[in-house]
């Protein structure tokens, strides 16, 4: 019998993946990473719901009956998906810490101890699934197109694929909830998460304050051509693309272009000027195939929910391609990753960068 390490997140999805797997006949064990305190002061929690989501998976194992691990994942997750997201907006980007705690909790980290205990596949919830074809595999759309993870998933290894199983690719968010309303899991009206998991009150800029204990000062807002516009409050609060919130009324939709940290401006335009023809894409993992030999048609996302454009991507280094969209598309962001499409196949993905003159 196959063993299967279950990454348990104490929401449905996980927990429906637990029992699909064990319905399978897989030797099942269920595991929860501990990403950070939730009792320490800086992350904002009520401590009386800080283990919830852990207990919550501990006694799904139990409905199911399979055994249940806790590994403190908090030192990796600092390391890897905190302290990026702060360095990112400190840089002047806007990071996508979903992005790299797939990368390198969910999916590194979970692998390697699979890999220690001698399980033979790893298993998680995501709503994707997997494809193999000329010797590689590659992640493709899931069944249910409303609640689809493919985007998040691109940098995931060919090592990694070999051994990953998601067992959710073919059945609706509404068939899961079904299954955990059947069989009775405690987590089974659980909504689900919409925040980023260490700032729930969504406060980016005040999390980050918290913990750097920095100061992060005052400059001024321009328009394209560098003139004054007026002062903002600290490159960390703003996010290209942004309305709202800026702080400055100029009788006309002024939004957020770019921010530069040597000159600590922030600029302003009109949202046409938002729009962007080409851009680069840094860390660029191939899925589908090895590499691109030639210039390739696809379809682009370059944010979760944007619905994909038409474009040429052509490699112009060994983990870097450039991007030509068919129409401008609006406000690609630093930070962020940019992933593309070939109908539902993941050809790969990278981090988007906008200043890289092309």
């Not at 249940?68 to 600092?78: I, N, T």
């Not at 249910?144 to 070999?162: C, F, G, N, P, R």
């Not at 302003?268 to 840094?282: F, G, H, M, Q, R």
């Amino acid at each position: 019998m196959k063993k299967a390490l279950i990454a348990m997140s104490g929401g449905i999805d996980s927990s429906v993946t637990a029992f699909l797997m064990k319905q399978k006949g897989y030797d099942c064990t269920g595991i929860t990473f501990r990403m950070f305190d939730k009792t320490d002061k800086l992350f904002g929690f009520d401590i009386a719901d800080a283990d919830k989501d852990i207990r919550d998976a501990e006694n799904v194992c139990k409905t199911v009956c399979i055994p249940f691990m806790e590994y403190d994942a908090s030192e990796e997750f600092r390391k890897y998906v905190i302290n990026n997201f702060v360095s990112v907006y400190e840089k002047g980007g806007t990071p996508n810490p979903c992005v790299e705690c797939n990368r390198y909790i969910k999916f590194r980290l979970l692998t390697k101890i699979a890999d220690k205990l001698g399980f033979d596949v790893t298993v998680t919830g995501h709503y994707a699934d997997i494809g193999f074809d000329n010797g590689r595999y590659y992640i493709k759309k899931a069944a249910d197109d409303k609640k689809d993870q493919s985007y998040v998933l691109y940098s995931l290894t060919q090592e990694q694929l070999s051994k990953l199983y998601f067992p959710l690719s073919q059945i609706t968010k509404e068939e899961a909830r079904q299954i955990a309303e059947d069989n009775g899991f405690v987590n089974a009206k659980k909504g689900d998460s919409q925040d980023i998991c260490f700032i729930p009150d969504g406060d980016y800029a005040s999390f980050i304050r918290r913990l750097t204990n920095k100061t992060y000062p005052n400059g001024k807002f321009i328009d394209t051509q560098g003139n004054v516009l007026g002062k903002h409050n600290g490159l960390i609060n703003y996010t290209v693309g942004q309305r709202k919130g800026l702080g400055i009324a100029l009788g006309y939709p002024a939004y957020v272009k770019c921010k530069d940290i040597r000159s600590n401006t922030v600029t302003l335009s009109s949202d046409e000027l938002l729009y962007e023809k080409e851009i680069i894409a840094d860390n660029f993992n191939f899925m589908a195939s090895e590499s691109f030999p030639a210039p390739v048609r696809c379809v682009a996302k370059i944010r979760y929910a944007h619905k994909g454009a038409d474009a040429t991507v052509i490699q112009i280094d060994s983990d870097k391609v450039k991007i030509i969209f068919d129409s401008p598309q609006r406000a690609p962001t630093d930070g962020q990753s940019v992933v593309l499409y070939n109908n539902d196949i993941v050809l790969g993905g990278g981090l988007i960068n906008t200043k890289e003159k092309i």
